[in-house]
Structures are given as C-alpha cells and as structure tokens.
C-alpha cells in the first residue's frame, strides 16, 4: 500500500510540474534566443532559405489527420507561414488552433505545380496563371511550444 | 522442470502482462486502419451560419470578432482571430473555430472534440510519446513474439505443434504470403 501512495504521489507531482510548465513542448528544445517576424521572413524568403529561425504566432491551422503541421498567423494581416514536421516526429494536437506557439525551424521552399482548372474562353487567363510552378516556403519544425 | 511447463509458465504471465497493451494496440490499429474513410483522434462537426441580410458588418471593424459572436450568441470566450483575406476573419475559441466570410454572409462553425480513449490509445501505439515509451513498446513487441512462440508449443497431442496446430500454423503463414504475392 505504501508503495502505490509512493507511485501516486509521483504521478501527482509529475502531472503538476507539466501543467505548470510554460507551454507544451513538441520536438527538441528550442535553442535560438532571438524571434523572426514572420512578415520579415514572407518580406524577402529567399533571403532565409536554409537558415535557422524562432517565429511566433498564433496557431490557425492544424493537419487534421496526422498533425504534421501547424499555420503560423503572421504578426501582419492576411500573412501566415505553415510550420511542417516529419510524420510521427512531432503530432501538434488540434487543439492547438487559436493558441500561441513559438516554434524553431529551419526555412526551406519547394515548387509546385498548381491544378489546371477546366476553364472557359473568358477565364483562359486565369487557367494559365493558376498552372504555373508556385515557389513555396515553409519551416521545417525541429521544436515548438504551444501556450 | 520441464521445457513446456517452462512454456506454459512464460505464455501465461507475459499474457497477463501484455493483456491491456494488447487491447489497446488492437483497437488503435483497427482505428487508424481507416483512417482515408474517419479521422481516428478527432469527430469533427461543421455547422454553416448564415449572417443575416438585416445586419451590417464592416471588416475593417476592430470589435468585430466581438460582433460575430454576439450575431451567433456564441456564449464561449475568444481565443483569438485572424483575418485571411479582407472578407474572411477566423475567430478561436476553445475546440471550437468560426470561420465567416463577410462577401458570402455566411460563417462555418467548426467543432472538434477527442475521441475518448481511442485519441489515448492512437497516441501510444503509434509511439507519439517517444522517450522511454519507445523501450516500453520494444519489450512489448518482444512480449509478442515470445507469447507466438511459446503458444505454439503449449499442448502436445494431436492438437498440438505436430497435429493440427501445424496446419494451422501453415495457413497463418500463407495468409501474408498470399497477399504479398497479390499486392507487393
């Protein structure tokens, strides 16, 4: 009986020092000091391609199936930033939406092609636009906190 | 002592041992099985709100969050917004998101809830935890096989390895093999 007070009472102070901590911690720890703005990042990408940053926003977006990103808002309207993570590495809970993260990454691009809408005459322009190569840059997540 | 007392010893206790962690990869791996047809960690419901015609809304209001949830009453404490585009605004609540386009007049109230049990088991079967749950599900694994090794030598008889169990045996290792050789 003695022992299973031991185990609980461990089990107590466990779950009260997590809850206590600031934030959820996803991935490896956060190493980097000093925070990018995202509006700085989507300003001039290329500009960061391969280099390590800190960002901070809120959370908009969440992979619904596996949790294997987050969109981070930018501190601008209309701007945000999606945070990847390999699959299994990191799962980023849905209910993280609406909530503050702090996430540390590595900003790498990739081009895409974009779907060929079935258009008309009158939208022809807009097909052409639509299927050509897009550049995107996203951050590959090494670790976040969620607050 | 004998070998297949020795046997029989080891399958019982790693059974009890292995019975919870059993159950609980089985039902998880059932779960994520489907996952193309149902999301195994989240019921996801999705509502659409129709923003009446009578009522006014000036995206570039700085309470308009605020104004949206008092349209929907919406009782629960805002999170946080963010506005995508300069007719659609985001507004988070707790596991709850209310998505309105101000050009369409419409707004879609999403709902997400935890599958109960199932989210827990999901989380530890596809080892999300990491750390040391990793070993734990090692010895787990290993607890399988010693639990399909030693069952194989439980009983002797014609129930046994050298009786029926044999043809047994045989056609649980043609059933991977039949499907590798239909699919690989």
Redesign the interface.
């Known amino acids: 009986m003695k022992i299973l007070y031991k185990v609980l009472t461990i089990i107590f102070l466990f779950t009260i020092i997590n809850f206590a901590s600031d934030g959820k911690k996803y991935g490896k720890e956060i190493t980097l000091k000093e925070k990018t703005k995202i509006s700085e990042i989507l300003k001039n990408p290329a500009a960061f391609e391969g280099k390590r940053v800190l960002v901070e926003g809120t959370v908009i977006g969440v992979c619904e199936k596996r949790g294997c990103w987050i969109r981070l808002a930018g501190d601008k309207d209309y701007e945000s930033i999606r945070v990847k993570v390999r699959d299994g590495e990191i799962v980023f809970p849905l209910e993280a939406k609406g909530k503050k993260a702090l996430v540390e990454g590595k900003i790498y691009s990739f081009v895409t092609k974009a779907k060929k809408k079935k258009g008309t005459k009158k939208d022809d322009k807009e097909c052409e636009i639509e299927g050509t190569q897009k550049r995107i840059y996203q951050i590959k997540g090494i670790g976040a906190i969620i607050k | 002592m004998k070998v297949r007392k020795v046997i029989r010893i080891l399958h019982r206790d790693i059974g009890y041992i292995a019975f919870a962690l059993t159950i609980i990869y089985s039902i998880s791996g059932i779960a994520v099985n489907h ?1 193309d047809d149902w ?1 195994p ?2 019921s ?1 419901t999705k509502d659409t709100l129709i923003i009446p015609s009578s009522i006014n809304l000036q995206a570039s209001s700085k309470d308009l969050p605020k104004k949206i949830i008092e349209i929907f009453q919406i009782k629960d404490s805002i ?2 917004s ?5 007719v659609t605004i ?1 507004i ?4 709850k ?1 209310l998505s309105v386009n101000l050009k369409k007049r419409i707004a879609i109230l999403e709902k ?1 809830e ?1 599958r109960t049990l199932l989210r827990e088991s999901n ?1 530890l079967h ?3 935890p990491k750390k040391i749950w990793t070993w734990v599900a090692d010895i787990f694994a290993v607890s399988l096989i010693l639990l399909a090794v030693t069952g194989l030598f439980m009983i002797k008889g014609k129930n046994g390895i050298k009786g029926r169990g044999k043809w047994l045996t045989l056609l649980g290792i043609l059933i991977p093999l039949f499907f590798l050789y239909l699919y690989f």
């Not at chain 2, 963010?82 to 300069?86: A, D, L």
Request: charged share 15%; no cysteine; hydrophobic share 25%.
């Open positions: 996952s999301n960690n989240y996801i999170k946080s963010f506005k995508s585009s300069p985001d988070y609540f707790n596991k998101t997400v935890s989380f596809l080892n999300n």
